[in-house]
């Protein structure tokens, strides 16, 4: 069973508010993802989380945050986002840390969470 | 830096019609790739993947892909497509965290 389990799927928000994505997974892994996908575009890495550590910022605003409470578990904090934030946000995981992505590391995405911020 | 390139960014097939999508890798060993699907507003969902060994690789679907080294190529195949095929299609390099090409969007003409 190759499943990631993201929450909310939609969420409207305005510019000053704080909110939160929340993504976990039962398999196992030990490598967690966060990816943005803006409209007819591929996803973007944001960041990697690999045995709980954050591996990867691909240079995001600080207006994301990222948490990896556990081994199951990844969030994305959101604060005074713009509307141009607004896009699909894609949580995924694989079975092995990045330090061994060279063994073949196949990545499972959720559905994503929608995120309009108005 | 390891990257795939997709040349098509919207092809339209007959249904019933063969099907073949384009990726190109830049990377000097081999690589690690992947085809996904997304549906509108879906996540992705993975079809194949290649790592070493036989370069005709099968996955979900019905789906195919070969790997050809001297082309620098990882293309994706189906016999006969159906209209639920419809969606876009990425091609991905396993690099550190996943690098996806900008992709192609399938219409399947009834």
């Known amino acids: 069973d190759t499943e990631v389990t993201q929450t909310p799927k939609h969420l409207v928000m305005g510019m000053t508010n704080k909110k939160s994505l929340k993504c976990e997974q039962h398999?196992?892994?030990?490598?967690m993802y966060w990816y943005k996908q803006k409209a007819k575009k591929p996803p973007e890495l944001m960041f990697v989380y690999s045995y709980e550590k954050l591996s990867i910022n691909e240079s995001v605003p600080s207006r994301f945050s990222p948490e990896c409470p556990n081994s199951s578990l990844l969030n994305l904090h959101l604060h005074a986002l713009q509307p141009e934030d607004s896009a699909l946000y894609l949580c995924?995981?694989?079975?092995?840390?990045?330090?061994?992505?060279?063994?073949?590391?196949?990545?499972?995405f959720g559905e994503g969470s929608w995120l309009t911020v108005v | 830096a390891q990257s795939v390139t997709q040349p098509d960014i919207h092809i339209t097939v007959s249904e019933g019609a063969s099907l073949e999508l384009r990726c190109n890798y830049s990377?000097?060993?081999?690589?690690?790739l992947f085809w996904y699907v997304q549906s509108p507003g879906q996540g992705l969902q993975l079809l194949l993947k290649y790592f070493s060994g036989d370069t005709l690789v099968q996955g979900i679907k019905g789906f195919e892909a070969e790997f050809k080294r001297s082309q620098s190529s990882f293309n994706l195949r189906k016999p006969s497509v159906h209209w639920s095929d419809a969606a876009e299609y990425f091609c991905?390099?396993?690099?550190?965290?996943?690098?996806f090409g900008a992709g192609t969007r399938l219409t399947v003409k009834p």
């Open positions: 995924a995981s694989s079975l092995r840390g990045l330090r061994a992505y060279q063994a073949g590391n196949t990545i499972y």
């Open positions: 398999m196992g892994h030990r490598a």
């Open positions: 991905a390099v396993g690099a550190q965290g996943m690098r």
């Open positions: 990377y000097g060993a081999t690589p690690y």
